[in-house]
């Protein structure tokens, strides 16, 4: 039984493949490469604490995991820090996104044990540390004084490779004139990255640069215009 190109567009459903930090390379370019390049070599055997700014979308998250897959440090989100337990963390390398979010207390608390032998602390966020709406004096001095790494927002080979790494998550494979086409159109982050793929796997067509332009154009405002 034979079935038609059209029924088979049809019946394709959006599978997705998850891609976690180790196994999607992360693609070292000019928006990133002084902070990837920083990281290869911190932590020193002194510890201590950094930062990695960027804006959102900018791929600190992931250059972060990539970090602390490396070193083996323990992760965590925000707020759910505050539930460790104080033993584990001594002496361990720990991974803290969305840093800004976290109580006073908890965050003095993480710097100090990241001075301890052994110990390193790994703050994510947007807004550089100076920029956080701390109380404490204390820690607003200890957050000045940390290294800083920055990443700016994704330029065009990241934005490629993004691309790249969406489409193959749901088994598309567009032509690479496609893929600079919408480099040139698509918000620079990975939100606009994911969008735009989002909505092209829903058409259950073939991604061409017509598809992409007509896509685009039906979104009005949400991405850059031609």
């Known amino acids: 039984?034979?079935?038609?190109?059209?029924?088979?567009?049809?019946?394709?459903?959006?599978?997705?493949?998850?891609?976690?930090?180790?196994?999607?390379?992360?693609?070292?370019?000019?928006?990133?490469?002084?902070?990837?390049?920083?990281?290869?070599?911190?932590?020193?055997?002194?510890?201590?604490?950094?930062?990695?700014?960027?804006?959102?979308?900018?791929?600190?998250?992931?250059?972060?995991?990539?970090w602390g897959e490396r070193v083996g440090a323990l992760p965590f989100h925000g707020m759910e820090v505050a539930l460790a337990d104080p033993l584990e963390l001594e002496g361990r390398a720990v991974l803290l996104d969305a840093a800004e979010t976290v109580d006073d207390e908890p965050l003095f608390h993480l710097l100090n044990l990241a001075q301890a032998p052994g110990g390193a602390l790994l703050l994510v966020s947007r807004d550089v540390p100076g920029q956080w709406p701390v109380a404490l004096p204390d820690l607003k001095s200890r957050l000045n004084g940390v290294l800083m790494l920055t990443v700016k927002a994704p330029d065009d080979p990241v934005m490629a490779a993004m691309l790249r790494a969406r489409f193959a998550e749901r088994s598309l494979q567009p032509a690479e004139d496609v893929i600079a086409y919408l480099v040139r159109r698509v918000d620079r982050s990975a939100e606009g990255v994911e969008r735009i793929v989002d909505l092209l796997d829903q058409t259950h067509a073939p991604v061409t640069r017509v598809l992409a332009r007509k896509v685009l154009d039906e979104s009005g405002d949400l991405f850059a215009p031609e």
């Open 1 to 66: 039984m034979t079935v038609s190109s059209d029924r088979a567009a049809q019946m394709r459903l959006p599978l997705r493949r998850g891609l976690s930090g180790s196994e999607e390379a992360f693609v070292v370019s000019a928006c990133n490469a002084s902070a990837h390049e920083a990281l290869q070599r911190w932590p020193t055997a002194l510890g201590g604490a950094a930062a990695l700014c960027g804006p959102a979308g900018s791929g600190k998250s992931h250059l972060a995991r990539v």
